[in-house]
């Protein structure tokens, strides 16, 4: 019996101190981790909604993969009071190895898409993960506040050339960037008079 006692005792110590000095390094990252989350996040929200100076998130109905969204404003010495100038949708559908984290930004004086980028992800390597390329997000840059769809080749004026071999990313990253379209088109209080583009 205690051949077995002896071995158990020992196990279940070492198993109780790893798990204190997990625990202890866990707490002692996640403040860092999500700061640099917030971080990464402010900057790419500078990126594709470049014409605001502040990000405030709001309090609002999050249908399909919407996750979050921010009203961007402007503002300057100039101006009395800040000018809402977009918003940057947050999504995160299911693509094809699991979530895509996205940002999708909408300038509410042009009513477009002012940029897409992905977050994160964990879609395959050489095929799906080119969604994190310039030549891929692009292609939803300066698109007009209307459905679009996938197409292989070709692309015309609503449509977004998918990744090679990589279709259900480029149509989960896509049916996102609808749904932020869908999201502003009924909840954006109408088109506002900003100041002119630069």
């Known amino acids: 019996m ?13 198993a109780v101190i790893t798990v204190a000095v997990l625990s202890v390094v866990y707490n002692l990252t996640l403040e860092p981790i999500e700061n640099q989350k917030r ?12 014409r605001a100076t502040e990000y405030h998130e709001i309090e609002t109905e999050k249908t399909g993969s919407i ?17 809402l100038v977009g918003y940057v949708i947050q999504l995160s559908p299911e693509g094809y190895s699991g979530k895509i984290d996205l940002v999708v930004g909408i300038n509410r004086g042009i009513g477009k898409i002012s940029g897409m980028r992905v977050l994160s992800h964990t879609e395959t390597p050489g095929l799906g993960a080119l969604a994190v ?13 209307m459905p679009l769809t996938v197409v292989r080749n070709n692309p015309g004026e609503y449509e ?26 009924m909840n954006s209080p109408g088109t506002a008079e900003t100041e002119d583009e630069e």
């Open 39 to 50: 971080r990464t996040q402010e900057t790419v929200m500078r990126e594709i909604l470049p």
């Open 160 to 185: 977004i050339q998918a990744i090679t071999s990589a279709t259900i990313t480029t149509r989960a990253i896509t049916n996102a960037v609808n749904e932020a379209i869908e999201w502003y088109l």
């Open 133 to 145: 390329k310039e030549n891929f997000y692009n292609r939803y840059e300066s698109m007009p506040l």
């Open 67 to 83: 996750t979050a969204v921010y009203e961007g404003y402007f503002s300057s010495d100039a101006l009395d009071d800040k000018v």
């Open 2 to 14: 205690k051949f077995i006692i002896k071995p158990a005792s020992t196990l279940f110590i070492t």
